[in-house]
């Protein structure tokens, strides 16, 4: 097939705006926490670009296209290891083109989604959990929940519309509602209550450390999202056009619904609000980027908008520690996304004379990626509980996972960390002083 | 005539501190950041290849200026609100002073505080 | 007509780029002011992402791109409401392509256009002004300045060279040397002048508190611009690659000329000055990318740079607070590219033989461009100063206008903030203590 | 020859990310000094961006890429000054294109390539150079060690496929692993040795200041790397790909090779370390990117991350204080992934059944390109040392060189530097008070 | 004999209280930042869904050693210079000094400050 | 009976005080920071168009309580320690204590050290 050399520029160029999310997604996250914890906050994100990248070049790509598919759930992790097998590369080495686009651009565009989607559910065990266990909680749940889950839904599985349920309609999931965000939110409270509550949960503030970050974060969380609605469009053409004013309208309607709400509630605007609703209205706006008018994209982001910033209050209410937010945002949005597709999109939502069908199927693959995420995470989470452990001492926690579990503080404070030289160096010689090291040694 | 009791603490006590002292009806304080060397050693770092060590560990310090009455029982109530029996607690002292002014009435003595 | 592939992907790329240039503009503003409004600073951009990102698909497109012009001033606000119309997307729902290129993406790329020049207002009145009023601001102000003037310079209205100045000479304004640099300085100024000046101007230092966060936003513009210029070319071809290096050595050489200006008046070179003058010889270049020689551009961000740095004392002795210096270099650094087009420009400049008609036709069009955002600026600005006012309570601006208005401190400061913790939940229940909450409440 | 758009689109694109780099290394370095002279490390990128970025247009071009080679070592530097000779622009202006590209994208695209070489070096002297000497260094090394090194490896010289070690086998250097890496830490090995250790080396902590500031500057730079390898495959296609899948992979296996290797060595995997893996991989690959398998990339990247991670102990071992470890992660894993290439390559690497021949003929050019700039460096560095001086006074280097030679310091601090407000205005009048400035001046 | 006078005053009137004291003639001062707690009560911020409040609000902390006969005049500069009138002014307290030395000449007492 | 010894000092020589004052055997102290006024005069600072100066210059605060007779002798240590000789060296003062607490033991006085 030939190649669309246009085509695959933009691909290229979505891939990397797409790995460009999960550092901008350890800025959002690690801004929230405290000042004790954000590098363990950073290196949940950056643990699974280094786990995950390379788990997917082995097995990842080949459990998630691969060609032979077992029972709809997932592929054969076997048939194109390492990337071999002849549907990446040729014989010859050469790459292999399909629908214009070579496939290994696609390795790498899909890659970067394996590894936001396990980077988000790192939010909701902020400040407390053992940074290997989450190393190895990032193989497998990338196995085990992430890959099958692409299958289903894009890989032509069962939540596809290969699959039983596109007899009622053909389900829409335009670039990752399920797989990524319900797939995501649904582990992080599974998870939340399998690690349980930090100390001083909804007694301490615990407010972000440093919210410019967080802004920075979601900022190119916004930028990395054109990568990935409108990379999902496989084109570059009118759907990706669509898909990205969708998905940056989304995003505004997201800020003003966010916005107005705690306005209304809490008599303030905050920046961490907007941020959120960035968020928000990006998450619900990612099944269905393809799908609606821009009118509409303004309609959803304003809704998600506001129904999360409603929903991230229920973790007091119920008790869980989703320490920031990911069920309140990506589970809650990812679901007013995929649901209100039935409603709002232009073929064959409700409100555009559609029948109810749609709606029907978009409300079975949320509740069917949410049952199945939930199961499996739940059943890798309580292993992991039951073998390596999850949680840090108590006194680890209290003082700050940074410096307990990776030797450093986030930030140099004179007076504080910085004082002491005792450094022992392997055989740092008596070093003689350079010409400009004689004075000060005064008395 | 008042006192000053100075109470250097975890950081992660002082909330409880601040409501003991109200509790006990103190209404005013000076708290500020610090840093202690003492028996509680602190860590050690690994620099791209260099050790060190951090023998400075985060601390509290909490200021009161109170009726010289008052002294010995504010001292005490630090005291127990602070404690959690590991090394590093800290401590409390109290020091003489002969004057305080209110900023804001130019107030002196006893009612400035 | 046929799409263009690989024009269609850099313009989706360009896009991109400067969508993100509003969070770079957060932060380079955000890093110059002090540490208690930080994050109303950056909210005033987010707010204008909010409003404008969906305000442009309703009535934005139609008013700067509509087919229906009123006297060339703006374009029927109706005609595309919401991007209907007939001319975005066809009946059938798909996408219509005009030259080359889907017209949808050509929206998303001019609504971020939108977005910025608004944003860039915002530092003329960091500190003080009143949130609510400056979002109401922001659709008041690209309804009434920012979409007419997009029709007047590029939606063939009265600067275009449909216009009447075309006669002399057509007037160049690549990238938006009019509408965004002087529209948006000219409205810094007006807005400097009516919300008055900051408690303590010229008399404390207020010196950014995060200069790192400055050179980060001004390499995020730098590198957005590139889809701002370059984009503009509407091509990903010659025109866009000169478009490219000149935008990139005019940054450059801004650098250069600010830091040797400040160098030889203060005797210090300063990464305030860097960051300024990259912005500034962005300016500058911004009209002029695709008109002049690479080695035009490093002569005129090299100006821009040097010039800029001596506007900005300017407030000084006038005595307007335009505190973030949008005057000083957005208006003055705009108005020396727009001009010293009729110098440099290789098609037309005096110094390339041109004749002295386009150095008139530049200076008329940034005339009129002044006198226009002015005027409209003046009248939206007092009649919000009589209706909602602009300026929070004097103890709110002393003390900190994000604590004030947004019900946040930037960064935690232990002893500080986050030490209270009568968090009152809604309904939080007596919170069973999970097994790792037992100790340490001794005593 | 013919346009094609879609190669044009993804190599704007890739000018655009590699010039990203440089600011996004200014970060990775800026939060690895301590808080006093982080303004300076940052400068010394943007000044390098500055005075590089109008140098290259002017004579840098044509010294790489002009066709009158002097003895395979450079290029006419007259040829094509200011991008003239007609080799870029046809005498008519417009654009000349060569395969398929217009070749003014090409000059913008390795303009980034001179900047980010430069800018890496300054890694190794940070805290203590005279800002002047270094702006003088910029100017002199990228014309005497980068243009020539350039033109030596790509433009047809000693070191490409023309050149006399190609009889051997084809050297292989895809993206910069001796022109850029093994150039630039060369070259930064050299200049700590001239210019000496800082005061306190070896005995003080000197602790990163700021660890989100490096870990975003590491996932800049991993993004800009897209454009760095990727966009050097010259084409949108299979080979970018390739490319760009193999450069995410060895920057993932390069996080798990570091932290593995303190984790077992010090008992804890770092932030610092994640960020330094990411570059490892990241420098390793470069040579190699579309010559190795996405599985080779892994090994590949793995290897350089651990090798690294031992190699920046080496400096206290030999007592040369490369700041930053340039060497320890520039050079190291430039040598790295340029030797290992003989191992690795799939056409020709030992491992695939290859001759010896590659890997010797890697070996060689890294080496030959080790001695020329060390050769080059120690010139310009020692010329400088015995004109203009290196170092700043001992009381900057101390007291802070952000504060001694910048005349700033990077953060507000309250009750610190922003108390006093003497602000000597040029001609503030007496500033007639606005409304809102009454009260407060009480007493 | 030396006194040491100290005073928590409200972050924006520091220019003003430096510039006072220098006017009466004291050469030297020490300053640190501060959080205060008392009359002037902190505020409310909202995080996503839970609100808390925030009691301590910022102050800056000036320490001046003077003579023992100036005590009363600084401490009076210092009240002055600081006052607004408002809620959360601050105090000033003057604490006796046993011995004074300047680090640079070893030089003891008065001739130290 | 007590005395706090307070030093204010370049914050470059803190690991020398440090280290001096372990050796004489001091083995608790508080540390935090601060900004000192003095002979030693700040910097001038541009920004963008505007100059101004700015007076304070970073310090580091040592607090030590020691015993009575201590006073002199850790004051000696001090000054000794963090003496340069050139201008903003810094001073070190002594206070009376009249009690002094251990957090975590309630021990009081000498035995709380
Ligand atoms: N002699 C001292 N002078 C001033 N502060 C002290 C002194 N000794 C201890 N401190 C402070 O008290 C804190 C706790 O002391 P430490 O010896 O670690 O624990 P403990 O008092 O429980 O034995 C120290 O971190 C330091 O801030
Ligand atoms: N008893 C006290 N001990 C120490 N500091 C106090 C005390 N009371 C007040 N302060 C300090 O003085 C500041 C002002 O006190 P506050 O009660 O708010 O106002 P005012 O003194 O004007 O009535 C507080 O923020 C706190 O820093
Ligand atoms: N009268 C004073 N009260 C409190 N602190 C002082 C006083 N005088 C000086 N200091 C502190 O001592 C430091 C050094 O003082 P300075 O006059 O600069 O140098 P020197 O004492 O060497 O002459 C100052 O920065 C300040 O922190």
Redesign the interface.
């Known amino acids: 097939m030939e190649?669309?050399?246009?085509?695959?520029?933009?691909m290229?160029?979505s891939?990397?705006?797409v790995?460009?999310m999960t550092?901008?997604l350890?800025?959002f996250y690690?801004?929230m926490v405290?000042?004790k914890s954000?590098?363990n906050m950073?290196?949940m994100s950056?643990?699974a670009?280094?786990?995950?990248?390379?788990v997917y070049?082995?097995w990842g790509w080949s459990m998630s296209y691969g060609t032979q598919s077992v029972g709809g759930l997932f592929a054969n992790p076997l048939e194109q290891f390492?990337?071999g097998g002849g549907e990446v590369?040729a014989e010859d080495?050469?790459?292999?083109?399909a629908d214009g686009l070579?496939v290994?651009?696609d390795?790498?565009f899909q890659?970067?989604f394996a590894i936001i989607t396990v980077a988000l559910i790192s939010g909701a065990i902020a400040d407390r959990a053992k940074?290997g266990t989450w190393m190895v909680f990032t193989a497998l749940w990338v196995t085990l929940a992430f890959f099958p889950m692409a299958h289903m839904v894009w890989g032509g599985g069962l939540l596809s519309d290969e699959g039983p349920f596109a007899s009622i309609a053909e389900p829409v999931d335009f670039a990752g509602g399920t797989v990524v965000h319900i797939n995501a939110g649904m582990a992080a409270l599974v998870l939340a209550l399998v690690v349980?509550?930090r100390?001083?949960?909804?007694?301490?503030?615990?407010?972000?450390?440093?919210?410019?970050?967080v802004?920075?974060g979601?900022?190119l969380l916004?930028?990395g999202w054109?990568?990935f609605n409108?990379g999902s469009a496989y084109?570059?053409?009118?759907?990706?056009?669509?898909a990205?004013?969708n998905t940056?309208?989304a995003?505004?309607?997201g800020?003003?619904g966010w916005?107005i709400t705690?306005k209304i509630r809490?008599?303030?605007?905050?920046?961490?609000?907007?941020?959120?609703?960035?968020v928000a209205g990006l998450v619900a706006i990612t099944p269905a980027a393809g799908a609606l008018?821009?009118?509409g994209a303004?309609a959803l982001g304003l809704v998600a908008g506001a129904v999360s910033a409603l929903a991230?209050?229920?973790?007091?209410?119920f008790?869980y520690d989703d320490s920031l937010?990911v069920v309140?945002v990506h589970l809650v949005a990812g679901l007013v996304g995929t649901v209100l597709i039935g409603f709002l999109a232009?073929?064959g939502g409700l409100f555009y004379g559609g029948s109810v069908n749609l709606l029907v199927v978009q409300a079975l693959i949320a509740l069917v990626a949410m049952v199945l995420s939930g199961a499996v995470t739940l059943v890798i989470a309580l292993a992991l509980k039951a073998t390596m452990g999850w949680?840090v001492s108590?006194d680890a926690?209290?003082g700050g996972i940074d410096?307990a579990?990776?030797?450093?503080?986030?930030?140099?404070?004179?007076?504080?960390?910085?004082?002491?030289?005792?450094?022992?160096?392997?055989?740092?010689?008596a070093?003689?002083a350079?010409?400009?090291?004689t004075?000060?040694e005064?008395? | 005539m008042t006192k000053l009791v100075t109470g250097i603490i975890q950081p992660h006590r002082l909330d409880d501190v601040k409501s003991a002292l109200e509790a006990f009806g103190v209404r005013g304080m000076t708290v500020s950041e610090a840093s202690g060397y003492g028996r509680q050693r602190g860590h050690t770092e690994v620099y791209r290849g260099a050790e060190y060590t951090v023998d400075l560990v985060p601390k509290v310090r909490i200021e009161v200026l109170v009726a010289d009455e008052d002294a010995p029982s504010v001292t005490k109530v630090i005291v127990g609100a602070a404690q959690t029996g590991k090394i590093g607690d800290g401590k409390v002292w109290v020091v003489p002073v002969e004057d305080v002014a209110r900023v804001r009435t130019g107030e002196h003595g006893i009612d400035a505080l």
Chains 1, 3, 4 share one sequence.
């Not at chain 1, 190649?3 to 933009?10: C, F, S, V």
């Not at chain 1, 100390?199 to 970050?213: A, S, T, V, Y």
């Not at chain 1, 084109?235 to 669509?242: C, F, I, P, V």
């Open positions: 190649l669309d050399a246009g085509l695959t520029a933009w290229l160029v891939a990397s705006l790995l460009l550092p901008g350890a800025l690690g801004g405290r000042g954000v590098l950073m290196m950056f643990g670009m280094g786990v995950v990248g390379v070049v082995l390492g990337l590369f080495g050469t790459a292999v083109i070579p290994i651009v390795v790498g890659a970067t940074f349980g509550r100390k001083g949960f909804g007694k301490e503030p615990m407010r972000p450390h440093n919210l410019p970050l802004m920075l979601a900022a916004w930028f054109f990568g409108a084109g570059a053409d009118g759907l990706a056009g669509l990205w004013v940056s309208t995003a505004s309607a800020i003003l916005l705690e809490d008599g303030h605007a905050t920046s961490l609000g907007a941020a959120s609703g960035v008018s821009p009118v303004a991230v209050g229920l973790k007091y209410r008790g937010d309140g232009t073929d949680r108590e926690e209290v410096l579990v990776h030797g450093e503080g986030a930030y140099e404070t004179i007076g504080g960390r910085v004082v002491d030289s005792r450094t022992s160096l392997p055989t740092a010689p070093a003689p350079p010409a400009t090291r004075t000060t005064v008395k």
